[in-house]
């Protein structure tokens, strides 16, 4: 991100957190169930106990490398597995609608992962290789909302300048991995489309991750401990609306509130010396937190709705400026991806 001059900064002053960000973030956690077999946790949101065993029940008798198969029988959709530290259990992580799984099972992780808002990317010229060192000269950025454009294919949204514009107009940056760490992960491919190009508009589409084992669901990511927040819709940056962001530096739950009408003068002035239209907070937000999502105070059922991309710092207290989602989607001809009920 890119930090701006503290005058324009000096309408951005700091807030409170709001009290309904808050109750729901501590509210909305996983149920505890009772272990099945082998699985030593087995947690829940959304959902019954027993639906979190029965599918536990089908994952434990299949084989590791059977396990999206054996959730996708018990009627849910797999996200992503994680080895734990020890590396000698994994986490399973799996969505069904608007209702969340973990399951804790011996054995190392199968190489089950996909798309998610709040994961990391890495931009680069070169092209990315799964398992390699990341090269010189990358930028690691967040990821953002999935959606579907005229096409019907999916796609994936972060900010523009993670890809960089070189004077000709050309992506700087066009190649772009799901990353997991220490090295680059799944490799997305090419940048698809920029909108800084033509556009004040600081969001580009990448592909998302397609094939065995690979994931595109409407979530927030929140790791492996909590639930994962579920895309409901879209929501307009209104002035004074309680807001959160995820990021990759940040972390998960960034909470606030944007800033109300009294400073729209010098939201518009540093969107023209910037050259993106832009909505401000007073969330404080570092490098590397670019193109993550915006969106509304979380519900107590651990649904929000899409407000926007994280764009910029703005001063000296990093306060977090961001693009507006609706008019990306109306350049991109294309619809957010949500969560029915």
Same mark, same amino acid.
């Given at each position: ?13 700091? #807030? ?258 910037? #050259? ?66």
């Amino acid at each position: 991100m890119r930090p701006l001059l503290a005058s324009i900064a000096a309408a951005f002053a700091f #807030g409170v957190v709001p009290a309904q960000a808050q109750s729901a973030i501590r509210s909305y956690e996983y149920t505890p169930c009772a272990g099945v077999g082998p699985a030593s946790i087995v947690e829940v949101a959304g959902a019954s106990c027993e639906d979190a065993q029965a599918a536990a029940a089908q994952v434990v008798a299949a084989p590791i490398a059977g396990s999206k198969a054996a959730l996708q029988a018990a009627g849910w959709t797999a996200l992503r597995a994680q080895s734990t530290d020890e590396g000698a259990e994994h986490d399973l992580l799996a969505v069904r609608g608007r209702a969340a799984l973990r399951i804790r099972r011996p054995g190392g992780a199968p190489n089950l992962d996909g798309w998610e808002a709040g994961r990391e990317l890495i931009f680069a010229r070169q092209k990315l290789v799964g398992g390699k060192p990341v090269p010189k000269g990358a930028v690691v950025c967040s990821a953002s909302w999935l959606v579907r454009v005229r096409s019907g294919r999916l796609g994936g949204l972060s900010a523009a300048h993670c890809g960089g514009l070189r004077s000709d107009k050309t992506v700087q940056r066009r190649n772009v991995v799901l990353r997991r760490a220490p090295q680059p992960g799944i490799t997305l491919g090419r940048v698809k489309r920029i909108l800084s190009r033509s556009k004040p508009l600081d969001a580009l589409l990448t592909p998302v991750p397609s094939g065995f084992n690979r994931s595109r669901v409407a979530v927030v990511d929140r790791g492996v401990s909590r639930p994962p927040w579920i895309v409901a819709g879209l929501a307009q940056p209104a002035s004074g609306r309680a807001v959160c962001f995820t990021g990759r530096s940040s972390g998960i739950d960034q909470c606030g509130r944007i800033r109300g009408r009294q400073v729209r003068g010098a939201e518009r002035e540093l969107s023209r010396s910037v #050259g993106t239209d832009v909505r401000c907070t007073n969330i404080t937000a570092r490098e590397g937190d670019s193109g993550g999502p915006v969106f509304t105070a979380p519900r107590s059922d651990g649904t929000v709705r899409a407000v926007g991309l994280t764009t910029l710092i703005v001063g000296p207290f990093g306060l977090m400026c961001f693009t507006p989602l609706g008019p990306v989607l109306d350049e991109l001809n294309a619809k957010l991806v949500s969560v029915p009920r």
